[in-house]
């Protein structure tokens, strides 16, 4: 999660309506390219014949394969594509992700985007635009703090409700015609799949068809008719000359026709879908599983109306998970912000003759120091209690592995790596892959979503992938007499100082 420090919200500038001048777009790069093959959701598989029943779990680790999935499936959906995500860029990927979903709202899909306020990136001119399509409507979650408000709207909002700025919803999920979902760690942005050529995040989503799909769409239900979701019409008003609908539509299919926004190794890749999933079928990498469930925070998590001191559904999850361990528990978590319900959790599982392993990241390879802050006021306090820590590398060997193969063919360059995965295996039995960091934001005050896989296969596999990224080449492992944070810059380690000021509660 790019976690930024909200009073800096305050002072980011309002979104205003456009007044960019489009110079008059002279190449037809779309012209250019060879026309699609018609794709088919059930050039997978046949629905119809599925087992109500089972699961169908395929564990997407590498970057690219996770964007070509979303891709292909976008281009193979015929009714519906609803998609809820924090962090929804426009940046290259971005861009080329809502062309296709404007693609698929051209041909009659209905298409449904729900994106937290707090991390919009795009101007709010071109969210109305894209509204405007009837088949394609935008709603803002939680709108306080950025869209449609304007500086002295955000400075007293942050300073009235704080906590309620704070709410964000992290859930992310991608659900085609309700019979395929994808969800896990990955916001849509350059570096969740490894095309940001500065910083790029290790990062785990899962492909999900057959019975458990239904709780994924009954959950984005639950969000989309939620108050706090709020059309992003009734949050700004412009004209349509002032939107320049079909100039911004023309833009955008232009800028994901060029190949030099969009690779055609890559379209290329994408063409190869189902040859690329039946492959992955015979060779047993999508598994057919009877219980898989898909917990979900409801919308307006702990908004204090309970008068509770913080948790959600997900939260209770895991922390049953966790007092039921009996052998092992492997975690990876990019930001591990411990209290004492963790702490004391672990403890009693470790008294128990339960391995306790978490992978997180370093002060070298974290994206948020704000984190990391709450990391090293706790860590000594874990390493006692017996929890094996390590510490993910900037320069992991994994990268090379797991990272986006057509970038690296094309460009030789060697981005920081961060870890942003969030999963968990227990006992080798049960594999978790979701949402959900280890920090209190994620206990107490965003939505979070994870999938919890009660399959030996699946969760070995996990394990084992979880395992190689620990090893020396991957990862220091933190003792109490050892960490890495000497292996920073001192200008990373002064700004990590000055965070020690940031109420642990809120990281």
Known sequence: MKFQFLFLLAISIACSADKRQYDPITEDYCALLTEPSVKKLEQLMNFAELDSTKTGVLVLEEGDVSMIFRAWLSDAAQESIDIQYFIFSGDNVGLIAVDYLLRAAERGVMVRLLVDDIMVEADADE???????????????????????????????????????????????????????ITGGRNIADEYFDYDHAYNFRDRDVMLVGETVSSVTNSFETFWKNDLSVPIEDLISLSKEEMNVDVKFEYLHQYACSTNNFWPEVRENIENVPVLFHQLNATGQVAWVDDVSFVSDLPGKNDGSEGLGGGGMSTDALIKLISEAEESIFIQTPYLVTTELSQQLFQKAIKRGVEIKILTNSLMSTDNLEAFSGYKRERKVLLDIGVQIYEFKPDAAIRYQVMTGALQRKINFRPTFGLHAKSMVVDNEIAVIGT?????????????????????????????????????????????????????????????????????SIL
């Open 127 to 181: 969210l109305l635009a894209l509204d405007s399509h009837p088949n394609l409507e935008i709603r803002i979650y939680n709108p306080t703090a950025n869209i449609g408000k304007n500086l002295s709207s955000k400075i007293k909002t942050l300073a009235q409700d704080f906590r309620g700025v704070n709410q964000r919803m992290h859930n992310k999920t991608f659900n085609v015609d309700g019979k395929v979902i």
């Open 436 to 504: 959900f960091n280890l920090d209190p934001r994620s206990a107490n005050l965003n939505t979070e979503c994870i999938a919890v896989i009660q399959d030996s296969t699946i969760a070995t596999n996990l394990a084992n992938t979880m395992l190689v990224e620990l090893q020396p080449e991957n990862a220091w492992q933190t003792t109490v007499d050892f960490n890495p944070d000497e292996y920073a810059s001192k200008g990373k380690r002064f700004q990590l100082w000055l965070r020690g000021v940031v109420p642990k």
